[in-house]
């Protein structure tokens, strides 16, 4: 009987901290929602979450050039970082997985590049972007959020090829592929959920990222998050249009996240 009243204050204490959770993360997302569909900005209370008079006329800046604009920047760069970190990442994580020999120095490389919080190194980078006209440009971004997001892509792909048995990349090597290939071919779709996992971290990073963005960018190739900044210091109110819509791709990236780590944690 101890025991059951015990799971059950411990079911009990679970659910509630589901409900505060969810109240906590959904309420104020709610409340925005309301006040980009019409409902004026009112103090927290029961009854201004009750949605009376709605209207659409605040996505009315989505049929100007310039309410896509950070939209379409932030996706130009946020799509090639996802490639490159895979594309550069995946084979090194690989690379690393099937070292015997300095796996560990690369790794701890990788995760002290992580580490180092962006504005001890952003002088340097700064400098040297504007050394190569990098500076102001889309391609500039890329690059940086490219080195930012590789040590996880390094990391997430080094733990999934260690769980995978070398003697399947040698059957392919017998069978006549290269090394290569055999990542391709054998290893790379068995370790899907590191993929998917590492892309969605990368897109997110590159989507949602401001500091970086705010040091390179002077006016040309602002991103959605200097968008809704802008956008608040010209109007002086908050931009929820932008910021909600910013989300989605986020929630997005999110979900497919949760799912490849429940199907590592199902295999």
Known sequence: MRALRHAGRLDAIGGAYVVLFVLFTVLPVYWVLLVTLGAPIAPLRWGSFVPRHLSLHGYAFLRTST??????????VAAPTTIASLAIGLPAAFAVARSRRGARAVLLGALVL???????????????????????????????YTVFTLPFTIWLGYGFFRQLPPELEEAALIDGCTRFQALRLVSLPLA????????????VFA???FFIAFIFVFKHAFTLPLAVAGAQAESGAPPFQLALLGLVPSVVAGLVLQRSFRRRANA
Do not use: C, Q
Request: charge should be positive.
């Open 67 to 76: 309410g896509w604009l950070g939209f379409k920047n932030s996706l130009i």
């Open 114 to 144: 992580r580490l180092l919080p962006p504005v001890a190194i952003m002088l340097p980078v700064f400098l040297l972007a504007h050394y190569v006209h990098l500076r102001d440009t889309l391609t500039g971004l890329v690059v940086v």
């Open 192 to 203: 899907l959920p590191a993929v998917l996992a590492a892309g969605a971290v990368a897109f």
């Open 207 to 209: 989507w949602t990222e």
